[in-house]
């Protein structure tokens, strides 16, 4: 058996997330089905760095599998991009050690976030940002993101569905940058919480709308208390960007 490492892009708007469920169309099912016709039957089963959400897309997911089969990366890419629907694609495939694992392995991810601003929503944008009624403040926004970079307890930017018991991440950068009524919100960290990024996003709405003072974070922070911090944000904005290993 060889294992492969493959890089992969999906729209997560027509998803119940990347993780195989009872009920609902799944990232992983879609993979694994395509997977199982190329083997004949036989049941390959997908590793990926990480759950995304249902509606949560991914610009490079990383995932590995094991095959007896011996292909080209870009024989695998052909393959699997001919039986696979138009909302998930193989970027790259590659043949890897025998022990990568595409989930303990990873060192850092990178998300972004989009969202818009403004009266109107755009329904071109329905899937892909959210939309936000009325204007932010940037500077304050920025301003309480400081606070937030570093290497904190992040329980009270986390769900209440959140299985680990370590809430302490490093958040290595948050940037904000405006283009326009558009705002696109990059995190780098080496590891998060469920829901932290649009938790993290909600508060510093919050923040750029006037509803939450900048010198409210620090508190959130040591409090530990999910209550204190603001609305998780739509799944819609957040994109798994980059996934990075050693």
Same mark, same amino acid.
């Given at each position: 058996?060889?294992?492969?490492?493959?890089?992969?892009?999906?729209?997560?708007?027509?998803?119940?997330?990347?993780?195989?469920?009872?009920?609902?169309?799944?990232?992983?099912?879609?993979?694994?089905?395509?997977?199982?016709?190329?083997?004949?039957?036989?049941?390959?089963?997908?590793?990926?760095?990480?759950?995304?959400?249902?509606?949560?897309?991914?610009?490079?997911?990383?995932?590995?599998?094991?095959?007896?089969?011996?292909?080209?990366?870009?024989?695998?890419?052909?393959?699997?991009?001919?039986?696979?629907?138009?909302?998930?694609?193989?970027?790259?495939?590659?043949?890897?050690?025998?022990?990568?694992?595409?989930?303990?392995?990873?060192?850092?991810?990178?998300?972004?976030?989009?969202?818009? #601003?403004?009266?109107?929503?755009?329904?071109?944008?329905?899937?892909? !940002? *959210?939309?936000? %009624?009325?204007?932010?403040?940037?500077? $304050?926004?920025?301003?309480?993101?400081?606070?937030?970079?570093?290497?904190?307890?992040?329980?009270?930017?986390?769900?209440?569905?959140?299985?680990?018991?370590?809430?302490?991440?490093?958040?290595?950068?948050?940037?904000?940058?405006?283009?326009?009524?558009?705002?696109?919100?990059?995190?780098?960290?080496?590891?998060?919480?469920?829901?932290?990024?649009?938790?993290?996003?909600?508060?510093?709405?919050?923040?750029?709308? #006037?509803?939450?003072?900048?010198?409210?974070?620090?508190?959130?922070? !040591? *409090?530990?208390? %999910?209550?204190?911090?603001?609305?998780? $944000?739509?799944?819609?904005?957040?994109?798994?960007?980059?996934?990075?290993?050693?």
């Amino acid at each position: 058996m060889q294992r492969y490492k493959a890089v992969v892009a999906y729209d997560g708007s027509g998803f119940s997330g990347y993780q195989i469920q009872p009920r609902g169309r799944t990232v992983q099912g879609e993979i694994e089905q395509v997977l199982r016709k190329l083997h004949k039957g036989e049941v390959i089963g997908v590793t990926a760095s990480g759950r995304t959400d249902s509606g949560v897309h991914a610009r490079r997911q990383v995932i590995h599998f094991d095959s007896p089969l011996k292909l080209s990366g870009e024989q695998w890419i052909k393959a699997l991009n001919s039986l696979l629907p138009d909302d998930i694609s193989f970027l790259k495939v590659e043949a890897a050690r025998s022990d990568f694992h595409a989930r303990f392995d990873a060192t850092k991810k990178k998300y972004k976030y989009f969202l818009y #601003g403004g009266l109107v929503r755009d329904p071109f944008k329905r899937h892909f !940002a *959210a939309h936000v %009624r009325g204007a932010f403040d940037v500077k $304050a926004m920025r301003e309480a993101a400081e606070y937030l970079t570093g290497t904190h307890d992040f329980t009270s930017f986390c769900s209440a569905k959140t299985e680990t018991d370590n809430r302490v991440r490093t958040l290595i950068e948050l940037d904000i940058q405006e283009h326009g009524n558009e705002l696109e919100l990059t995190f780098v960290g080496d590891g998060f919480l469920y829901n932290m990024v649009r938790i993290i996003v909600g508060t510093l709405l919050d923040v750029g709308s #006037g509803k939450m003072e900048i010198s409210n974070i620090p508190g959130i922070l !040591a *409090a530990k208390d %999910r209550t204190l911090a603001g609305k998780t $944000a739509p799944a819609e904005g957040l994109y798994l960007w980059e996934v990075y290993y050693e």
